[in-house]
């Protein structure tokens, strides 16, 4: 009877300390939320992009400013930059006390959803708000992305083919001074990419227009799905562009690493993108193509 009775007292230990392991690991939250998606106050209404992934806050001169106001996670918790979501406070006047500070909000599940509710912040911010984030699933019938630009903070070319190849080049813009090279991916990338690539793929044809000129920017995208091809630019795109790639490869860099007292105006990228001339194009811009 004693044997039987220190059996069940054992069972009861091991089977505690897993649903214990269970619970700490559903909230690794920093892990959870690597992703791209969109948040609102509205479950039926979620419609400004959001994305999270871990920085190492290495950057080199201008960068690291940037870098500075993205979200970060500290066990149940994250914060959010108000310069962010000012998005969602139309009622609002913009002014210091948003811009210089950041809003800290309690993570948890909602059904398909991620749940912040606010611990700290102005009460002007939403008291509670919900993130559906795509999928960390590679699409099934995508072949190829390609992304090509410049901007202030420099050059960047971005090539995927399938999950496992991919190739990426970022050279110094005018604030900073740095090479990025990259051919292979970790756990943490492909969470990502795959997500960035899930919802911008389920997104291919919600697009938006513009006649707007840009100076000093530009943009590119090419990608492969279901053997047609899409073509996307600075005029015309949809939300969110695989283009959120290049700020997580950007928060990657490290000056230590990846810094450069002088880089030649002359460095080209060192692959040249593929071309699919014969496939059908699916969509494409209709202006500065």
């Known amino acids: 009877m ?38 609102g106050e509205n479950p039926d209404s979620l419609v400004y992009p959001f994305s999270y992934y871990p920085q190492n806050h290495q950057q080199p001169g201008k960068l690291k400013e940037v870098f500075r106001l993205n979200s970060s996670i500290s066990s149940d918790t994250i914060s959010i930059p108000n310069t962010f979501l000012y998005n969602l406070l139309s009622e609002v006047k913009l002014d210091n006390r948003i ?3 950041s ?13 912040f509710s606010k611990i700290i912040g102005f009460d002007f911010i939403p008291e509670i708000i919900y993130f559906d984030k795509a999928p960390n699933i590679y699409p099934e019938f995508l072949d190829y ?20 190849d991919i190739k990426v080049w970022l050279s110094s813009g005018a ?4 090479i990025f090279e990259q051919y ?10 795959n997500s960035v690539l899930n919802l911008s793929t389920e997104k291919r044809y919600d697009t938006i227009s513009n006649d707007l000129f840009t100076c000093g920017v530009s943009f590119l995208e090419t990608s492969v799905y279901n053997d047609s091809l899409f073509k996307y630019n600075l005029n015309f795109y949809r939300k969110p562009s695989a283009g959120i790639l290049v700020g997580y490869f950007r928060s990657k ?23 699919f001339r014969n496939l059908p194009v699916a969509i494409k811009p209709k202006i500065n193509d």
């Open 253 to 275: 860099i490290n000056d230590t690493i990846h810094g450069k007292d002088e880089i030649s105006t002359d460095i080209e990228c060192p692959f040249d993108p593929k071309y």
């Open 2 to 39: 004693k044997r039987i009775i220190y059996i069940s007292v054992i069972l009861i230990i091991a089977l505690s300390c897993s649903e214990r392991d269970v619970e700490i690991k559903s909230k690794d939250w920093e892990k959870e939320l690597i992703g791209v998606g969109f948040i």
């Open 103 to 115: 809003s800290t909000f309690k993570i948890t599940k909602f059904e398909s959803l991620y749940l």
């Open 99 to 101: 811009t210089g500070e």
């Open 184 to 193: 292979e991916t970790d756990h943490v990338d492909k969470l990502f990419i």
């Open 145 to 164: 992305t390609f992304i090509t630009g410049f901007d202030l903070l420099g050059r960047y070319e971005i090539e995927i083919s399938k999950q496992d």
């Open 175 to 178: 604030y900073s001074k740095y």
